[in-house]
DNA sequence: CTCCCGATAT
DNA sequence: ATATCAGGAG
């Protein structure tokens, strides 16, 4: 079932994932969350920003908003209007602008403002599903509970071959078999970091890559 | 599966 | 011209 690699590891194996992790460590040493928040709320908000659109782009607009609306009750109460012209350069700005509306007004009606700190409790808010939660759980509250699958998550995930699956959760689930618990949120980070500067969606750069021969995708013939 | 948004890379 | 960008809902 499982492949050998030039590296003559066999592809998801706990040699290859451990390979892979550590060498992810000393690429990224100082990987983290690159968006920018002092408290959970700000987490909360710049998280629903941050769908398909770049970290750089949601601090170029969290920077002015988060001076704006500093509670909860302040997006909730916001005119739509407004919101979509604050939001505007993070894509999507009339569905965002009402998502934060709602989202906002959902944690009014339900924890006096505040943003939980479980699981079971995000996923309940509209517009916040696992891999907004993981990432709220992770940066703002020091929970572990799940693994952050976003775009990238998702692309090295199959490159890697650890999964093999197309939905968000399957493929959830197998990283979580597959990476030790403890590296959970620190390699989600590092293989964030190396989707982006490396293992990018339209041309990866193989040639350049100090994972290549622990991948089965690596196309080295360039 | 499509839609939401527009800037940017290829 | 088309795919992609730290997604989620209908």
Redesign the pocket.
């Known amino acids: 079932m499982s492949s050998s690699l030039s590296s003559g590891v066999q592809v998801g194996s706990g040699e290859q994932v451990q390979a892979i992790i550590d060498e992810l460590y000393r690429l990224y040493p100082e990987?983290?969350?690159?968006?920018d928040f002092t408290t959970p709320l700000e987490l909360f908000v710049a998280?629903?920003l941050?769908?398909?659109?770049?970290?750089?782009?949601?601090n170029a607009v969290t920077k002015t908003l988060f001076q704006k609306y500093r509670s909860a009750a302040d997006y909730a109460g916001a005119n739509q209007e407004e919101l979509?012209q604050d939001i505007?350069?993070?894509?999507?700005?009339?569905?965002?602008?009402?998502?934060l509306r709602v989202s906002c007004q959902y944690l009014l009606d339900h924890y006096g403002g505040e943003v939980p700190g479980t699981m079971a409790e995000l996923?309940r808010?509209?517009?916040?599903?696992?891999?907004?939660?993981n990432?709220i759980l992770g940066?703002a509250f020091g929970v572990v509970d799940g693994f952050?699958?976003?775009?990238?998550?998702?692309?090295l995930s199959k490159r890697f071959g650890w999964s093999k699956q197309?939905d968000?959760v399957k493929i959830e689930r197998d990283l979580m078999a597959l990476v030790p618990r403890e590296h959970w949120l620190e390699v989600?980070?590092r293989i964030?970091?190396h989707?982006?500067a490396v293992c990018?969606?339209?041309?990866p750069l193989c040639a350049q890559c100090t994972l290549a021969s622990y991948c089965p995708s690596a196309m080295l013939d360039q």
Do not use: M, S
């Open positions: 990987a983290r969350y690159d968006l998280t629903q941050a769908a398909q659109c770049t970290d750089e782009r949601v979509e505007k350069p993070t894509g999507f700005y009339r569905k965002k602008a009402n998502q996923v808010i509209p517009g916040i599903a696992r891999k907004t939660a990432v940066n952050i699958v976003d775009t990238h998550v998702d692309r197309n968000i989600a980070h964030i970091y989707g982006r990018n969606a339209r041309k």
